[in-house]
T-cell receptor
C-alpha cells in the first residue's frame, strides 16, 4: 500500500477514444502531480495542483486535461491521443506547508497507456 | 531553473561489489535532494533524501548518499549490492522555498550480475 492509488494500471485506447486516468491519495497531502515517463527520457512534469493552485508545463498538448476536484483526487482526461503519447503516467502527492517545510513526493504505481 | 544530470545511463556491477551512481544538479537557489528507485512496472519509491544537516544521508536497503555543495553533487553509494538491487534509480531536486515541483534526472539502470 503506497498511499497513492492509480487506476487503471493498464489502458489501451484508440486515437479517437476519450478516457480518464484516476489518482487517489490517502496521505492527507495538499499537492498532487501528473508525470509522464517515456523510455530514455527524464520524467516529465505535466501538471501540479498545489494548495488549490494549478501549475502546468506549457509543452503539454491540450489533448491532456487535468481535473482536481479536491485535495485527495486527481484525474487526467485524455482525448484524441497520438501513438507518441504511449507511456507510463505517474501520479504523485506531497505535503507543501510553505517555504522550507515540504516533504518528498510519494508515487502511485502508474498507468501504462498504449495508444493504437 | 533546476536541472539534474545522471551521467551513467547503465551501470552493470557484480553481486557483492560496491556501486556508486552519480548525480549532479544545477540550481540558482538552494534545493532539497532525493534518490528514488523504480522496479519494473512500479512507481517510484523513495530511497533517501537530503534536506539539511549532515551531508551524509543513509537510506533504505543499505544505500547512502553524500551531498557536496561545492561540486553540486549527490552521489548514491552501496558497499555491497544484491541481485534485488537491480532497478532504475532516479535523482531528483526541488527548491527549498516552494518544494512543489520535483525535477528528475534521466535515470540510471543498475544491473547486478550474479
Amino acid at each position: 500500500e503506497t498511499g497513492v492509488t492509480q487506476t487503471p494500471r493498464h489502458l489501451v485506447m484508440g486515437m479517437t477514444n476519450k478516457k480518464s486516468l484516476k489518482c487517489e491519495q490517502h496521505l492527507g497531502h495538499n499537492a498532487m502531480y501528473w508525470y509522464k515517463q517515456s523510455a530514455k527520457k527524464p520524467l516529465e512534469l505535466m501538471f501540479v495542483y498545489s494548495l488549490e493552485e494549478r501549475v502546468e508545463n506549457n509543452s503539454v498538448p491540450s489533448r491532456f486535461s487535468p481535473e482536481c476536484p479536491n485535495s485527495s483526487h486527481l484525474f487526467l482526461h485524455l482525448h484524441t491521443l497520438q501513438p507518441e503519447d504511449s507511456a507510463l503516467y505517474l501520479c504523485a502527492s506531497s505535503q507543501s506547508n510553505g517555504p522550507g517545510l515540504n516533504t518528498e513526493a510519494f508515487f502511485g504505481q502508474g498507468t501504462r497507456l498504449t495508444v493504437v | 531553473a533546476q536541472s539534474v544530470t545522471q551521467l551513467d545511463s547503465q551501470v552493470p556491477v557484480f553481486e557483492e561489489a560496491p556501486v556508486e551512481l552519480r548525480c549532479n544538479y544545477s540550481s540558482s537557489v538552494s534545493v532539497y535532494l532525493f534518490w528514488y528507485v523504480q522496479y519494473p512496472n512500479q512507481g517510484l519509491q523513495l530511497l533517501l533524501k537530503y534536506l539539511s544537516g549532515s551531508t551524509l544521508v543513509k537510506g533504505i536497503n543499505g544505500f547512502e548518499a553524500e551531498f557536496n555543495k561545492s561540486q553540486t553533487s549527490f552521489h548514491l553509494r552501496k558497499p555491497s549490492v544484491h541481485i534485488s538491487d537491480t532497478a532504475e534509480y532516479f535523482c531528483a531536486v526541488t527548491k527549498t522555498n516552494t518544494g512543489n515541483q520535483f525535477y528528475f534526472g534521466t535515470g540510471t539502470s543498475l544491473t547486478v550480475i550474479p
